[in-house]
């Protein structure tokens, strides 16, 4: 029998949830009140995970444990040693039943015929439970076990090679398979002492060198520069008529080309001031011809060439690039190839300077000066360098080939000492015996399963079921309107008349769903006597008449269960029960602890997160009627002065009164806001009222959902509704008072002497 919910985390309103200390335990039967949205449904759908043994979609991360009578704690991993759970809330209604094709699951029913075989068929399910049983534990176990093992494989790979030896990403996927390898033989991989110290050594050397890249030498070939030059320095300008003083003196040559650009469209000389002979710049045009000209941009645009093929180089690395043996050889011929360098620049740059002086002597070829082409030489010596970083990288590529060689070997060796020190082997032996056992036992419960099928096929009498089914609609309704029957294809349809129902009304969905739940539970697969019922608000938009025969189910076709769970919102479905608590209890007074039979607890909304269970209050068993109880609640707010604990259904719990309060003294079928004026003679107070019973008790938005009431305000209004009572009829106030507080007498009451914290 179940005796606490133990833990639920995580599970709806029940965020953080453990069976409090000293609060009743759950019994035989159990009823459970609470108003809408305070948990009861949750607290169903927690009965209805370990009815259907595995999380609830939506809380597929609670935590959720029932304690039982022997002490021992179930959690959705071990659900199956608790008893047999039959659930019927709306999770249930929606798998079984739609009411928009007007069609259900079919029943099983067993007949009296079939003794021997529902015998035999129970046998068979205990069979194959207790084979279930065994292979789940064969599961866990290889679970725990290859858990073990890859926990240990993982430790290991992060411990031994990962962080010592800085290898990124290395992982349990890496390290496996060399166990594996080493498995059949490890003491073949182990290293002694002093050679693993050598190999660790060796992979972790910090003496390995970048690769370098060859060189190459882009360099301008000074022969064929130099041969530019020459036919440049021998070329001379042919003109028709050259002014000879200054053919034959190169400065004063230059001087005059320079300045005959300042003298064009002048008459006068820029430099004496004398009138220019008529014909001198006409004649300087054909001195300083077109060929001219060319030739001394020829040679300015070669020697600006030679110079900048001087500044040529060949990028080499530094002599601490190379590993110490090819160093200083490399500083040798780097050496020689920069004297190489600065001669092909001297001989680039005199080139550069004969074709300067070219520039003064058009005329006339100018000797070209001899210089030796070092190209040869300096590929040479690129070729020397070449050698050496081809070495150098031989070297560095042969380091890690050597690294990657010990890192096997280290590897390996950490990968046989698993083996050896963790047994693996022969964990693997104990994995491969659990494989083969589940094998056969998952065989064994498949042809249990299908003895199972051939039975209950056997057994099976759906129009039986749909009977039962259209027993109890009858004796709710009065009559046959509404009844199931068994189609072509087996299946269950809601029938009205002669067609498949769909219109039902909301009180006739809860009936049909009731009757089908009760068909389900005496369906024969599991006697009542073992079974855990827990029916969550069966009596939903059904009228008082209904309400009575809802409770004649309970109490007749589920009395006989193991345990019985009865969660609702309705305070007349609750009185009905309460009369069948004192029935078995035999007095009233007896705390709750005293009772052998029954536990009444309160399913209560503390805030917007948090919901609790709790001992029912003296008040719900005490009064007849929801409307004491409400009373009591905002007079024992009011009289305490603390509002904290309440806030989140107090507003549900003002609008309740008022409306219950209203009715009763104005019997009018308006609502309640049109009464208001009648029993709040000021305009102010009864806004207020208004508004705050109107807005915090209809969570019609997120953001209403998610507010909570301003304690001065909930103290104004309470204040405000009590004192409307009292000002309606003091007497009646009086009464009320009395009622729901005995110890304070009513004469007292009656002449004020008792404070109700309500303004004159």
Request: net charge negative; hydrophobic share 40%; with cysteine.
């Amino acid at each position: 029998m179940i005796r606490t919910i133990q833990t639920i985390k995580n599970f709806g309103v029940f965020s953080d949830f453990r069976w409090p200390t000293g609060l009743t335990e759950f019994k035989k039967r159990n009823l459970l009140y609470g108003w809408n949205y305070s948990g009861k449904t949750t607290l169903s759908r927690i009965f209805r995970a370990f009815e259907q043994r595995q999380a609830h979609p939506d809380f597929a991360g609670a935590q959720l444990q029932l304690r039982m009578d022997d002490g021992a704690v179930h959690d959705l991993s071990s659900p199956d040693s608790v008893p047999p759970l039959r659930v019927f809330n709306s999770d249930f209604v929606r798998d079984n039943l739609s009411f928009e094709t007007g069609s259900a699951t079919p029943i099983l029913v067993l007949g009296a015929e079939d003794i021997s075989k529902r015998d035999t068929l129970k046998e068979k399910l205990i069979e194959r439970d207790a084979l279930r049983t065994v292979m789940a534990a064969d599961r866990k176990a290889k679970q725990e076990k290859q858990f073990a093992i890859e926990r240990a494989l993982t430790n290991s790979a992060r411990d031994l090679i990962k962080n010592p030896l800085a290898v990124p990403n290395y992982d349990r996927k890496r390290f496996e398979p060399k166990v594996a390898e080493c498995k059949g033989d490890p003491d073949k991989h182990i290293l002694s002492e002093d050679t693993f110290r050598d190999v660790q050594a060796v992979y972790q050397s910090r003496e390995k060198k970048p690769a370098l890249r060859p060189k190459v030498a882009r360099l301008s070939s000074l022969s064929r520069l130099g041969d530019e030059t020459a036919s440049l320095l021998i070329a001379t300008v042919a003109a028709n008529n050259p002014i000879l003083r200054l053919k034959d003196d190169p400065e004063v040559e230059h001087w005059v080309d320079e300045g005959r650009r300042l003298h064009d469209q002048q008459t006068v000389c820029q430099f004496c001031g004398q009138v220019l002979p008529p014909d001198l710049l006409s004649r300087l045009r054909q001195h300083f011809s077109a060929e001219y000209e060319n030739l001394k941009a020829a040679t300015r645009e070669l020697a600006a060439t030679l110079r900048k093929a001087g500044e040529e180089r060949v990028e080499c690395d530094h002599k601490s690039d190379f590993y110490p043996e090819f160093g200083e050889r490399f500083a040798e011929e780097k050496k020689r190839l920069d004297v190489l360098i600065d001669a092909r620049t001297s001989a680039l740059l005199l080139l550069a300077d004969a074709l300067d002086r070219k520039q003064t002597r058009a005329f006339s070829s100018v000797d070209c000066p001899e210089v030796e082409d070092s190209g040869a030489a300096i590929a040479s010596a690129v070729d020397a360098i070449n050698a050496f970083i081809s070495d150098h990288n031989k070297r560095t590529e042969a380091f890690e080939q050597r690294r990657a060689d010990t890192f096997g070997q280290i590897e390996r060796h950490y990968a046989a000492l698993f083996v050896r020190d963790h047994e693996y082997v022969k964990r693997l032996e104990e994995m491969e015996s659990l494989d083969k056992a589940i094998g056969l036992q998952t065989e064994q419960v498949g042809d249990l399963t299908e003895q199972i099928r051939r039975l209950e096929e056997s057994l099976s009498q759906d129009a039986k079921g749909a009977q039962r089914i259209n027993e109890l609609l009858a004796a709710y309704f009065g009559k046959a309107d509404l009844r199931i029957d068994v189609s072509v294809d087996k299946r269950f349809e809601i029938i009205r008349g002669n067609a498949v129902a769909k219109n039902l009304s909301e009180g006739e969905k809860t009936a049909i769903a009731f009757a089908y739940f009760i068909t389900r539970v005496h369906d024969g697969r599991v006697p009542l006597s073992e079974s855990t019922v827990v029916v969550d608000d069966p009596v939903s938009s059904l009228d008082a008449n209904h309400l009575f025969n809802t409770y004649a189910l309970v109490k007749t076709r589920l009395a006989g269960c193991r345990q019985l769970f009865v969660l609702t919102h309705s305070f007349e479905f609750y009185n009905l029960l309460k009369e069948w608590v004192f029935e078995d209890e035999k007095k009233k007074d007896k705390p709750q602890n005293d009772w052998k039979t029954w536990s009444v607890l309160l399913v209560r909304r503390v805030d917007n997160e948090t919901a609790v269970i709790e001992e029912i209050p003296s008040e719900l068993l005490t009064f007849k009627s929801e409307y004491h109880y409400l009373f009591s609640k905002l007079y024992r707010l009011d009289s305490a002065g603390s509002y904290f604990d309440d806030l989140l259904s107090l507003p549900n719990v003002i609008r309740r009164f008022m409306e219950a309060f209203g009715g009763i003294m104005i019997p009018l079928s308006t609502g309640l806001h049109k009464k208001m004026e009648r029993l709040f003679s000021n305009e102010i107070e009864r806004e207020r009222v208004w508004k705050f019973i109107n807005h915090y008790s209809h969570n019609t938005t997120i953001t209403r959902s998610l507010t909570i009431p301003d304690t001065s305000e909930c103290k104004a209004v309470v204040e405000a509704c009590l004192k409307a009572v009292k000002n309606w009829n003091a007497q009646y106030f009086a009464d009320l008072v009395s009622e729901v507080n005995p110890e304070e007498k009513r004469d007292e009451v009656e002449r004020g002497l008792i404070s109700f914290a309500i303004p004159a």
